[in-house]
């Protein structure tokens, strides 16, 4: 294919006849200007300070699954900035969910320490005062010896917004907050044929970068940066000819064509080996298909249909699009879903507790568990292959050391470009970003940041 003409309208179509305002549809273009953005939000700690206050204390972010704690007492840890918080089952209901600041009222101990467990109260192990799960007081020890002044409010857990959606389990520590499914615009609309409530994790994976959590952010809210840094999947994926969308409350997506030649790559003629293994992974014998390149994704679509038929999988919710591409979401402030049929994969980016040169990226892969054992996940998942798919084992967190192996090759792509760009958004020779409309997803979501630090929001 040839590199098309940038249309107009600064967006591609990937379905120009989606009826407007359908989740396939391209969104109307919102003109978010020209400026070229500071860089002290990349390493200044006064600005990370303000972020914490401004836009951290006041957004929607996402804890954890709802399948991690199932019975009542389950609880897991969730640690953002400085804070840490608890959430805890607290009943049989679906959203009998509860957040807690992981903090003891007396003198300021951490309550777990632990990324997940089962309680039946809350001890601290510093002088022994308890809570309930509910978050109620439940022993003060030796309670006769303090004055009654210093403890007659009985002070419950300090609780934060719990909401859920899809089984993601998201906080906020902004009592006035809107509510989620308000906040997430929408996301809960376009991602529901994917059913992520019904999916199971089979990776999960934390890692310390040396970077602001916005740096590692931002190289993946773009595909501009394929053609240099992972020009191994070209023959496969069209980074070119993408469609940008972006929404309220700094939510934006693209979507991108697995299964198309990239107008990056140089063969065009050929049917290479990147789209035979698609061809492959969707049940297509790739030696039998003898149609032309641009035909492969369509071929891909059809056969995933079919294979989902025999797998007893309900695709009908799904436009023929939705089979072979990545719905690519970035869900303000921190966090990015790619959606397939098969699966999400969910890329997390938390600021450091005190170094704004640091983040954490954790990285979690979500399917629909397939009882055929002959079932491999699609490469794009980016799952190893002896990892247990059947969904019956909850893969153990793994902590894995900046450079260690682990993220796949995509990844371990983009987290060495993470060191270098912290080093030189410092520059004095650096002005600050200057934004393609490829990378029009960007410049949305720094605006909305923007919003939060001004006070707008
Ligand atoms: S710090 Fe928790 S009981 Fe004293
Ligand atoms: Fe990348």
């Known amino acids: 294919m040839k590199k098309p003409n940038f249309p107009t309208s600064r967006s591609f179509s990937l379905e120009p006849n989606a009826s407007a305002g359908s989740p396939s549809a391209l969104s109307p273009y919102v003109d978010n200007g020209t400026d070229i953005f500071t860089t002290e939000r990349y390493h200044d700690i006064e600005f990370a300070r303000k972020e914490w206050t401004h836009m951290w204390r006041k957004t929607w972010s996402l804890a954890g699954l709802a399948s991690d704690i199932p019975n009542t007492g389950d609880y897991f840890k969730y640690d953002v900035g400085p804070e840490s918080f608890i959430v805890v089952r607290t009943g049989s209901g679906d959203h009998d969910i509860s957040a807690f600041y992981n903090v003891c009222h007396h003198r300021g101990n951490r309550l777990i320490f632990d990324d997940f467990g089962s309680v039946d109260k809350f001890v601290c192990a510093f002088h022994l005062w308890s809570w309930n799960i509910d978050g109620s007081l439940l022993n003060i020890q030796d309670r006769e010896t303090f004055r009654e002044e210093v403890v007659c409010d009985n002070p419950p857990l300090t609780e934060v917004r719990c909401e859920i959606w899809q089984g993601l389990v998201f906080i906020n520590m902004d009592p006035d907050a809107a509510p989620l499914l308000e906040f997430l615009d929408v996301l809960p609309e376009h991602l529901a044929p994917f059913n992520i409530a019904d999916m199971t994790i089979i990776k999960d994976l934390q890692t310390e970068w040396p970077c602001n959590w916005k740096i590692a952010h931002d190289a993946f809210v773009e595909v501009y940066h394929v053609q240099s840094v992972h020009p191994e999947i070209l023959p496969f994926l069209n980074d070119y000819q993408v469609q940008w969308d972006l929404y309220a409350n700094g939510m934006s997506r693209m979507l991108l064509k697995f299964g198309e030649v990239s107008p990056h790559f140089e063969d065009q003629e050929a049917v290479n080996e990147g789209l035979k293994a698609l061809l492959d992974e969707a049940g297509v014998d790739p030696e039998a298909y003898s149609g032309e390149p641009d035909g492969v994704r369509k071929a891909i679509q059809q056969g995933k249909r079919e294979k989902a038929r025999r797998l007893g999988l309900d ?24 959606a397939h049929p098969e699966g999400l994969l969910i890329q997390r980016f938390r600021p450091h507790a005190r170094d704004p040169q640091k983040s954490v990226y954790d990285l979690m892969v ?34 894995i050391a900046y450079g260690e192996e682990g993220l796949g090759m995509v990844i371990s792509q983009d987290a060495v470009m993470m060191g270098h760009m912290q080093q030189g958004v410092q520059s004095h020779g650096y002005a600050g970003a200057r934004y393609s409309e490829q990378e029009q997803q960007l410049r949305h979501w720094h605006l909305e940041l923007a919003r939060y630090m001004n006070g707008e929001k």
């Open 315 to 338: 695709y009908s919710a799904f436009t023929d699009n939705q089979l072979t591409d990545d719905w690519n979401y970035s869900i303000f402030p921190n966090v990015t879903f790619n």
């Open 366 to 399: 979500l399917i629909h568990p397939v009882d055929d054992p002959k079932y491999r996940v699609p490469a794009y998942m980016g799952v190893e292959d002896d990892v247990a798919i059947s969904g019956k084992v909850r893969p153990e967190r793994r902590h």
